[in-house]
Structures are given as C-alpha cells and as structure tokens.
C-alpha cells in the first residue's frame, strides 16, 4: 500500500480513513490526524481538495435516485452483458478449440459490476 503522500485524489477518496474524515468531520481522533497529516504534507492540499469533494459528492448521492426498478435494470443490463461475452467466448473457444477459465475481460467486467453492486450498498444503502 502506498503512503497518502503519494495517493491521486481518486485514491484518497477511497480511502477508508479518509471517507470517515470527511462524513464524520467532529471525530476528534481522524480530524486530528488529518490536520496534522495536511501540515505534515502541505504540497498535499489540493489533492486533499479534490479527494474531499469526490467524497461529498459520492455521499450526497441519495437512494431514492435510484429505485428498485433502476437497480433491476441495470443488473439486467449487467447479467445480458455477461452472457453475450460467454456467447462470444463460446464461439471463440469453439474456433480456436478448447480453453478452460475466465476470459480476461470476463473478469474485468465481473470485478466491475461486484464494485458497483458494492458501491451502491456501501454509500447508499449504508448510510440509513
């Protein structure tokens, strides 16, 4: 894991004790690492900026955006996706003869979809 100092914003921003840091502002023990961490690390700043904003703008994001009817669609949409690529892979394997496992991009588009699925339930789900 590497040190905060040389973190993206997009990788601050999803760190745990950085998320807790900017939902949770008045827990003296994570402020105050922080705000020693910011002087520590001043050049830090903006990225610290832009780190914050994504947080608060993934935790304003409200539930009732998305309904139930949304989430059925879009693991539709999801499910459809990984079939076509088992249809392409079949026919590929057939043409190229047999191959066990997960394609590469099967496995992407898994991890992708179980990130999403985590997303929503995490900042979504999870703050009521």
């Known amino acids: 894991m590497k040190p905060f100092s040389e973190l993206s914003a997009e990788e601050l921003a999803m760190e745990n004790l950085f998320i807790r840091w900017v939902r949770f502002p008045d827990d003296p023990p994570i402020r105050s690492f922080w705000e020693n961490w910011i002087l520590k690390y001043p050049a830090q700043k903006d990225t610290v900026a832009k780190a914050r904003e994504l947080v608060l703008i993934a ?11 949304d989430v059925n669609s879009i693991w539709g949409r999801i499910m459809s996706s990984l079939d076509i690529m088992g249809d392409r ?11 066990s496992g997960l394609s590469a991009g099967n496995i992407v588009l898994i991890l992708m979809s179980v990130t999403f699925l985590l997303f929503i339930f995490y900042f979504i789900l999870g703050s009521n």
Do not use: A, E, I, M
Not at 59 to 69: F, G, H, N, V
Not at 90 to 97: E, P, Y
């Open 59 to 69: 935790s304003d994001w409200k539930p009732d955006s998305l309904s139930s009817q």
């Open 89 to 99: 892979d079949s026919r590929k394997n057939t043409q190229d003869g047999p191959v």
